[in-house]
């Protein structure tokens, strides 16, 4: 890129030099509809549970969703996304627990839904809470099965978008998944029903504190690369993009996040489809760990939020949504 003139005639300085001209030349900004806030649920009641791992979230029983949907709804944040913690007795091999229509997230989903239409509901679509072993699919044969586990996903799209959700969300990375929940969402008369694919989910060491908070981390003994993606590989991204685009994705997810900004880039120059990214339970909890201790200042939230932003994502699923919708209003 050629630009005329040097120094002195040009001084960039001269368009930083106030907060008011910084404002008005500014090439990106953040707002609240950029936001998505997870929310952990379990069994039991008057829970509000901290989760270690992960300071200033917490596991909600039922009774108490109250105390964090009021502050969504009075915030405006436009969109929730659940994962449930379920007791140890409930899981199995098999999942099954994701079948179950009178399970943790239905139950959440109806209640939130009549206290709160006006916000949206996106749902995990991944067996790794359910299962006894902590992975996202069935195994068969000492394998991830990805065509078992499809018609297992199927059957708990269709129960979640019966109870109410308004956005299915396959987090697994089973090949295929796409299209066949489109279909049968769609045979169903779910027409309505979004998808947002974790198109793009790469085999991170980031993922810790959530596998904790969902308590699937106890349980795993081996690792998900045979399913999740190298982080060496970017192109393969793109692949997997197309792959979703085409069986009917809406919207597509880059998880994690920050260590993946080259990743939603390439994905915006080569797709005009909504791109979430996930900042994941690690970055989380670094950031948030270097707060507590000053080794950085809150600033840092909001500057790691707008490099999502500034790559191309179109909304972040974040944990500090509450804090940075605060801050905002």
């Known amino acids: 890129m050629k630009i005329a003139g040097k120094f002195p005639d040009i001084r960039l300085r001269r368009i930083r030099k106030k907060g008011w001209i910084r404002r008005l030349v500014s090439e990106n900004s953040l707002s609240i509809n950029d936001l998505v806030l997870p929310i952990f649920v379990r069994d039991g009641k008057n829970k509000v549970e901290p989760i270690k791992s992960m300071p200033g979230v917490n596991r909600y029983s039922l009774d108490k969703l109250d105390s964090i949907m009021r502050k969504v709804q009075k915030y405006s944040i436009p969109m929730i996304a659940l994962f449930p913690y379920i007791s140890k007795n409930k899981k199995n091999k098999l999942g099954t627990e994701a079948l179950n229509k009178n399970n943790l997230i239905c139950k959440s989903i109806k209640l939130i839904k009549k206290k709160y239409p006006k916000i949206g509901i996106m749902c995990d679509v991944a067996l ?21 586990t499809n018609k297992i996903l199927v059957k708990q799209a269709l129960i979640q978008a019966e109870m109410g959700c308004d956005v299915i969300s396959p987090s697994d990375m089973m090949d295929g998944r796409i299209g066949e929940i489109r ?39 081996s690792d998900k690369k045979t399913y999740q993606m190298d982080y060496r590989n970017s192109n393969e991204s793109l692949r997997e993009v197309a792959l ?20 939603i880039k390439n994905i915006k120059d080569n797709f005009k489809i909504p791109i979430f ?43 500090f949504a509450l804090e940075i919708a605060k801050k905002i209003s």
Do not use: W
């Open 128 to 148: 790794d809470p359910y299962t006894s072993h902590g992975h996202d699919g069935i195994i068969f044969n000492n394998k991830i099965d990805n065509d078992k």
């Open 183 to 221: 279909k049968a969402l769609d045979r169903k008369n779910f027409h309505d029903v979004c998808i947002l694919s974790y198109a793009v989910k790469y085999a991170s060491s980031f993922y810790g504190p959530f596998r904790d908070a969902v308590g699937s981390k106890i349980n795993l003994k």
């Open 244 to 263: 979703d685009v085409k069986e009917g994705a809406d919207i597509v997810m880059v998880k994690p996040g920050l260590p993946y900004l080259d990743i």
């Open 277 to 319: 990214a996930y900042q994941v339970s690690g970055e989380y909890s670094l950031i948030k760990y270097g707060i507590r201790h000053k080794l950085i200042k809150e600033e840092a939230i909001l500057e790691s939020l707008m490099a999502f932003k500034r790559a191309g994502a179109s909304a972040v699923v974040t944990y």
